[in-house]
């Protein structure tokens, strides 16, 4: 099994950054390609970004290309989110996602941007 733990979410004035962080443990070794993905009030959850583990290639959802930049420390099991420019309607509970044979899901951090 793999946990996964996010944290650093929180509240921001539009314009602004934050870098939020998800730790994987457990059975990490099989882990090929984790993500973020948000959910705002009343809409579905849908992918921001993601990131092959081995090769470190990335994907970007076009709302955010540019803004947000996806990275990983293997050595420290360790996903990142470095968001730049935050606007209002990147208000959202962010969830890490990881996968292997199966995916894995952490419990979600708020990140809220408001003036």
């Known amino acids: 099994q793999v946990q996964l733990v996010e944290s650093g979410g929180g509240l921001v004035q539009p314009g602004t950054s934050l870098r939020i962080s998800c730790a994987a443990s457990?059975?990490?070794?099989?882990?090929?390609?984790m993500g973020w993905f948000r959910q705002a009030p009343g809409k579905e959850r849908e992918l921001v970004a993601k990131i092959r583990i081995r090769g470190g290639s990335t994907f970007y959802v076009d709302s955010v290309r540019g803004r947000f930049t996806i990275s990983r420390d293997n050595a420290n099991n360790t996903m990142y989110l470095q968001m730049n420019s935050l606007k209002p309607e990147d208000t959202a509970v962010y969830y890490c996602?990881?996968?292997?044979?199966?995916?894995?899901w952490g419990k979600g951090t708020p990140v809220t941007v408001s003036s």
């Open positions: 457990g059975r990490t070794f099989g882990i090929d390609e």
């Open positions: 996602w990881g996968r292997d044979y199966q995916s894995y």
